[in-house]
């Protein structure tokens, strides 16, 4: 799978043909003023949760793309509302797409609308293929939380971890070694960091946390694209 980094917490994965894009919140963010919006393509978007950093531009993308919005119950209804398809979901509950297997899980975290309206539960995904290989988590915004360890339980092995590190709204880098001991996965893909004030880090800090435990931390830069 190629995985590439659109900033905060978006990420495009192409996934057996199909391009998952994940929480899309472009515009807004100024380390992501780089990027073509209109270059943006999309078959599925995955949706963790309601906050505005991880939805500003999903109704636009929607429209242009005709992609078909994956997320929980609520907040697929809300945008079914404006125009937009989706595939409504809860936690624990996987269905099999045209590109592969999505299982949703729990996230430790809230999912209001922008507007105060009611956005389900937060969570997170695990995809694999029908080989039940290409397996990645992307964990959206979480603390860290014992749940965890029913992934490998309940899902094949982990390639690649997507986790928050960048503290305050979600656990931090610290945390997220332990999440990635708890998910059993020593290839970490950082996301929700740097993006406002309050969730600047230090990226070698964060690195060398991981590579104290054998891990590993990868870091994209806004545009890169990195092949599990
Ligand atoms: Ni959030
Ligand atoms: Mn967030």
């Not at 199909?18 to 078959?43: Q, R, Y």
């Not at 539960?121 to 749940?147: C, Q, R, S």
């Not at 969730?199 to 104290?212: C, G, L």
Request: hydrophobic letters at 40%; charged letters at 20%.
């Amino acid at each position: 799978m190629r995985i590439s980094y659109y900033g905060h917490a978006c990420f495009s994965i192409e996934y057996n043909g199909s391009i998952l894009l994940t929480d899309p919140f472009i515009t807004p963010n100024e380390l992501a003023k780089g990027m073509n919006m209109d270059a943006i393509k999309a078959d599925y978007i995955l949706l963790t949760h309601g906050h505005q950093d991880h939805l500003a531009d999903l109704e636009k993308i929607a429209h242009r793309t005709g992609a078909l919005l994956i997320s929980n119950f609520e907040l697929v209804s809300h945008f079914s509302n404006l125009g937009v398809n989706g595939h409504p979901m809860n936690h624990g509950g996987k269905k099999t797409f045209e590109f592969g297997t999505v299982k949703m899980v729990q996230a430790v975290h809230s999912s209001v609308l922008p507007d105060g309206s009611n956005g389900g539960n937060p969570a997170g995904f695990v995809i694999w293929d029908k080989e039940e290989k290409n397996v990645v988590y992307i964990a959206g915004d979480t603390a860290l939380t014992m749940d965890m360890k029913l992934i490998p339980l309940t899902c094949p092995p982990l390639d690649v971890a997507i986790l928050p590190i960048g503290d305050n709204f979600t656990m931090g880098y610290e945390d997220a070694v332990l999440a990635s001991d708890f998910v059993e996965c020593d290839q970490v893909i950082g996301c929700h960091y740097d993006t406002f004030g309050y969730i600047k880090i230090d990226h070698e800090a964060a690195r060398q946390a991981f590579i104290k435990k054998n891990k590993e931390l990868i870091l994209l830069e806004i545009g890169e694209t990195q092949i599990i």
